[in-house]
Nanobody, 119 residues
Framework: QVQLVESGGGLVQAGDSLRLSCAASGHIFSNYGMGWFRQAPGKEREFVAGINWSGGRTYYADSVKGRFTISRDEAKNRVTLQMNSLKPEDTAIYYC????????????WGQGTQVTVSS
């Protein structure tokens, strides 16, 4: 079992930056690939970014490529999502997830953190 707790969400203006963190516990962190997803009101949950178990490979949705960066810190059992040049359409609840596979399926999920970007 892996427990995931997100933090760092908030209300920002368009063009601002925000950093989300996800603290993992329960299993060996380095065994898992990690990902960030988001769900906006009235929309389905969508993939945002992923990173493999070693941190050597990262994956991004086209909508965030060049603006968001995912990274992991093995010493702190943490994965972060640095979000720059935020847009109102980035407004959503952001979820951290863990997978024992390459890019899924994701087996464990956090509770989510709200990100609101005002125009």
């Amino acid at each position: 079992q892996v427990q995931l707790v997100e933090s760092g969400g908030g209300l920002v203006q368009a063009g601002d930056s925000l950093r989300l963190s996800c603290a993992a516990s329960g299993h060996i962190f380095s065994n898992y690939g990690m990902g960030w997803f988001r769900q906006a009101p009235g929309k389905e949950r969508e993939f945002v970014a992923g990173i493999n178990w070693s941190g050597g490979r990262t994956y991004y949705a086209d909508s965030v490529k060049g603006r968001f960066t995912i990274s992991r810190d093995e010493a702190k059992n943490r994965v972060t999502l640095q979000m720059n040049s935020l847009k109102p359409e980035d407004t959503a609840i952001y979820y951290c997830a863990a997978t024992s596979g390459t890019q899924g399926p994701y087996d464990y999920w956090g509770q989510g953190t709200q990100v609101t970007v005002s125009s």
